[in-house]
């Protein structure tokens, strides 16, 4: 990894900053660092000594923000079993199946996997909502993720999941105790935790799901703890139909009410998936500024449906984006996610129209969402819900965390606007350079010190080991 944190970047085809309305594009054509920040955006000289990192034919974006993965499930890609499984018979088929089967090597393996699959689409922080916690585990699961995402110069945040109590398709599991879950948060929060806005290090609380990993009392427990911890909370919620139900009937509300009633909604809480939602949910979502992490790649996969973020925004909800596990989402990078997003936005608006003879009022949906809005959610709208402040966006006094784009694929030839290209043209865009606070991580598509032919067969191994685990090969 390159450590210097000064650069010139020269000549760029065009600059998205992640910011809203008339400040998404930068003019440029050159970007200044200095000492990890963007110092200016502008027509820029060269300073004596300089390095230079020469943007031509390239696109600049601000590094992605993922705000919701589970890194272990790297190694559960397409399991046939689950492949065309509706979300509870998947939960039982892949992760549950396979959670117990993961030592330390293997959980590594597929942490290493995750990251460098993120890191190689330009994405630079990742919340990884990791649940898998019972007692007496024979390794630090949290150890392991940070020291993987510290060797490749990424931010990770650490959603420490987890559950107290069973949900029924959860049987058979070991269970931690409330309190020892608060304690293990506590432990997390002294070691790691970093309130910087530009933090390489965060923990987050986060109970696999509220209706069912908790108490209705722990979970509203976990929001005080958090909230005296100064973290914040994040956790799945209503990503089918059949959770709405069940949560009806368990508990008498609707999720969105049940997690008001137990004080997880505000600025400080996001929720993945909100795919199945009630309008007075949404309008709950919207007053209270609750943010969504929208996975629109496993939300399709898994047969779930299509958020309707357009409708969250409007209600005043924060949005950002995630890849959600690879156990559901055989591709996870930002470029396919946020290509996918800013596709099903458009078709879902076009489902909703209807016939000017029976009250429409157009034609389709494709004014709904343009790439300017999909990479806002992606960057800053991230950054933003993870509180780092100082990440997300192209402006001065902001952290480098740069992507830069080539478009030298005749995917992307015939362009008409190239600031387009690496989310409208799908596929993944090769990296000329990604910069984390200024540190060049990527190099013309290459991570410093790592041999993806040999990551590769190690991940080959791996999967057969998993499968013998589990029976699933003798
Ligand atoms: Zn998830």
Known sequence: MNTASNWLIRNASAILTGLGGGAARAVGPDIRVVGGRIAAIGTLQPETGEPLIDARDCVVYPAWVNSHHHLFQSLLKGVPEGLDQNLDAWLNAVPLRYRGAFDEHSFRLAARIGLV???????????????????????DGAAILFDEAQALGMRLVLCRGGATRLRDTARGRQLETLDAYLADVQRLVARYHDPAPDAY??????????????????LRETARAA?????????HLSETVDYLDEVQARHGMSPVAYCAEHEWLGEDVWFAHLVKLLPEEVQLLGATRTGVAHCPQSNARLGSGIADVVAMEAAGMRISLGVDGAASNEACDMLSETHAA??????????RALPRSAGGEHEGGAHVLKVEDVLRWGTA????????????????????????????????FGLHDPAIGPIACGGRARLHTLLIGGRRVVDNDCVAGLDLAELGRQAAAAVIELQRRVGARR
Do not use: N
């Open 342 to 351: 800013w596709l099903l936005q458009r078709a879902k608006g076009g489902e």
């Open 227 to 235: 909230r005296s911890l100064g973290i914040r909370l994040h956790s």
């Open 117 to 139: 699959e993120l890191l190689r689409s330009g994405c630079a922080t990742v919340a990884d909502h990791h649940y898998l916690y019972y007692p007496d585990m024979p390794f």
């Open 201 to 218: 290090r965060r923990i987050v609380m986060a109970p696999t799901s509220p209706p069912y990993s908790v108490s209705p009392d722990g």
């Open 381 to 412: 709208g991230g950054a933003e819900v993870l509180g780092l402040d100082a990440v997300g966006s192209l402006a001065i006094g902001q952290a480098a965390d740069i992507a830069i784009y080539r478009l030298d694929d005749p995917r992307y």
